[in-house]
């Protein structure tokens, strides 16, 4: 991909909305696939109440609306500002006490986990039914929006266009407990085909022959939010943010794997 095309993938520009200044990708085409829209607010005149502790609005108990999911509260329920990152807000904005945890979460894949992916890690990669892997780095793009493999060749997978995932672990660990992830398969569409193409990844040694760079990019990948999400509503569940893993564990769960199924349930639990 030529620098002048991947600036203009990357270039953004500076809103203003209702609740706040965002920073937005300049083509929405190569927005995230992790954002969320902004919601419409629920109209004051259809809220007489908070929508949390029923209080009644008057001169003195004013309503406030959560950028996150559009409902109406009073100031007791909805005095949080957090980052509301999925929304490309640049100041921490108002939230419901609901949201504020979820967003706090998603804060916490925002500030770790994406780095970790970003960075990428070696992993062994055997494509379709071949029998010969290939040691390749595998890291998200910078708008998120790709899988890039960089090998002896390369390849790129729209996130949004992968439609499983299933868990490959190892162990126990050492002195015991749960077993190890150890690599992935992905089922993903390919664009022009009515098939679905799968990848396994195993994890690999870097340059210093450690699998624990692979290792951290797998524990990443189970903290991704779920990619389109529609408006910030469909959130609207205390200290959960369902991962791209979390979003199909029917795999896991139809796939005679218990230790891989267990793995990705303590992962959504963390």
């Given at each position: 991909m030529s620098s002048g095309l991947a600036a203009h993938r990357d270039a953004k520009k500076l809103v203003r909305s209702p609740s706040g200044l965002r920073m937005v990708p300049e083509h929405r085409a190569f927005g995230s696939p992790f954002g969320l829209e902004e919601p419409q607010?629920?109209?004051?005149?259809?809220?007489?109440?908070?929508?949390?502790?029923?209080?009644?609005?008057?001169?003195?108990?004013?309503?406030?609306?959560?950028?996150?999911?559009?409902?109406?509260?009073?100031?007791?329920?909805?005095?949080?500002?957090?980052?509301?990152?999925?929304?490309?807000?640049?100041?921490?904005?108002?939230?419901?006490?609901?949201?504020?945890?979820?967003?706090?979460?998603?804060?916490?894949?925002?500030?770790?986990?994406?780095?970790?992916?970003?960075?990428?890690?070696?992993?062994?990669?055997?494509?379709?039914?071949?029998?010969?892997?290939?040691?390749?780095?595998?890291?998200?793009?910078?708008?998120?929006?790709?899988?890039?493999?960089?090998?002896?060749?390369?390849?790129?997978i729209e996130v949004a266009h992968i439609s499983a995932v299933r868990v490959l672990t190892e162990g126990p660990a050492p002195g015991g407990g749960s077993a190890r992830a150890a690599g992935m398969c992905l089922q993903y569409m390919v664009p022009g085909s009515e098939g679905v193409a799968q990848l396994k990844l195993m994890a690999g040694e870097d340059s210093n022959a450690s699998k624990r760079p692979a290792a951290a990019w797998l524990a990443a990948m189970h903290k991704v939010p779920c990619p389109g999400g529609g408006p910030g509503r469909v959130a609207h569940t205390p200290g959960r943010h369902p991962g791209l893993a979390q979003r199909v564990c029917s795999v896991l769960l139809t796939s005679h794997h218990p230790q891989a199924t267990k793995l990705l349930y303590e992962s959504r639990d963390q």
């Open positions: 607010w629920v109209p004051d005149k259809e809220c007489s109440r908070c929508m949390q502790c029923e209080a009644k609005f008057d001169f003195i108990t004013r309503k406030h609306h959560c950028r996150r999911c559009g409902r109406c509260f009073c100031d007791r329920c909805c005095s949080r500002k957090v980052p509301l990152r999925r929304m490309c807000f640049v100041d921490p904005v108002r939230q419901c006490a609901s949201c504020a945890l979820v967003s706090l979460s998603e804060a916490e894949f925002y500030d770790k986990q994406l780095k970790v992916l970003l960075s990428g890690a070696t992993f062994l990669v055997t494509f379709g039914n071949s029998e010969n892997p290939e040691t390749m780095v595998c890291r998200l793009s910078n708008n998120q929006r790709c899988l890039i493999l960089d090998g002896r060749s390369r390849h790129e």
